[in-house]
T-cell receptor, first 117, second 120 residues
Framework: SQTIHQWPATLVQPVGSPLSLECTVEGTSNPNLYWYRQAAGRGLQLLFYSVGIGQISSEVPQNLSASRPQDRQFILSSKKLLLSDSGFYLC????????????????FGNGTRLTVT | AQKITQTQPGMFVQEKEAVTLDCTYDTSDPSYGLFWYKQPSSGEMIFLIYQGSYDQQNATEGRYSLNFQKARKSANLVISASQLGDSAMYFCAMREVMNAGGTSYGKLTFGQGTILTVHP
């Protein structure tokens, strides 16, 4: 069965420090990968998605970047964190394209709660 | 304009009763998918149920059913026989086909969520 791992679970970082959040998926090949951010008490906002190695698309211009160095590895980074980067970050995967990509649910990791101080 | 609207910030239900969580959506694409997710206080997102835009019948998964009214663009979640463990945030989401680099993928857009509290 497929599993998704995301770490760390919580992180407290000072303003201006770098960030690296990692997400790996097991049990599937060539997944679509996503990074979402959730502000407190709000819905999820799509930050980045990737349909393959090295292919990253950004939904919202921001202080963050993403990379996909391997098929099942997705990394969220920042060179210098801002206070506004605080939030709950969720990595997700879905089955790749195909005839009906719409019926494939996104499967989420347990999330990283980031606090920038 | 909001693509997914959940108008109920909070809902309360008595244990063993049924509850309906509202969701309306907006799209001009004839092909889309609708999902409901549950987010307990731990933060994980749990997939509950899916409804395709071309599906003729309402989706059901155990105690969860989706009241799909395509003309009204609504996809309400019905939870029957509520349990204390159902207390959580519930998100409605819509998936539309996007194309990136020749490969299709489904972008999932979420509503703002409804906090459900089940009373004993």
């Amino acid at each position: 069965s497929q599993t998704i791992h995301q770490w760390p679970a919580t992180l407290v970082q000072p303003v201006g420090s770098p960030l690296s959040l990692e997400c790996t998926v097991e049990g599937t090949s060539n997944p679509n990968l996503y990074w979402y951010r959730q502000a407190a008490g709000r819905g999820l906002q799509l930050l980045f998605y990737s349909v393959g190695i090295g292919q990253i698309s950004s939904e919202v211009p921001q202080n963050l970047s993403a990379s996909r160095p391997q098929d099942r590895q997705f990394i969220l980074s920042s060179k210098k964190l801002l206070l506004s980067d605080s939030g709950f970050y969720l990595c997700a995967w879905s089955a790749t394209g195909g005839v009906r990509p719409l019926n494939s649910p996104l499967h989420f990791g347990n999330g990283t709660r980031l606090t920038v101080t | 304009a909001q693509k997914i609207t959940q108008t109920q910030p909070g809902m309360f239900v008595q244990e063993k009763e049924a509850v309906t969580l509202d969701c309306t959506y907006d799209t001009s694409d004839p092909s889309y998918g609708l999902f409901w997710y549950k987010q307990p206080s731990s933060g994980e997102m749990i997939f509950l149920i899916y409804q395709g835009s071309y599906d003729q019948q309402n989706a059901t998964e155990g105690r969860y059913s989706l009241n799909f009214q395509k003309a009204r663009k609504s996809a309400n979640l019905v939870i029957s026989a509520s349990q204390l463990g159902d207390s959580a945030m519930y998100f409605c989401a819509m998936r539309e086909v996007m194309n990136a680099g020749g490969t299709s993928y489904g972008k999932l857009t979420f509503g703002q969520g409804t906090i459900l509290t089940v009373h004993p």
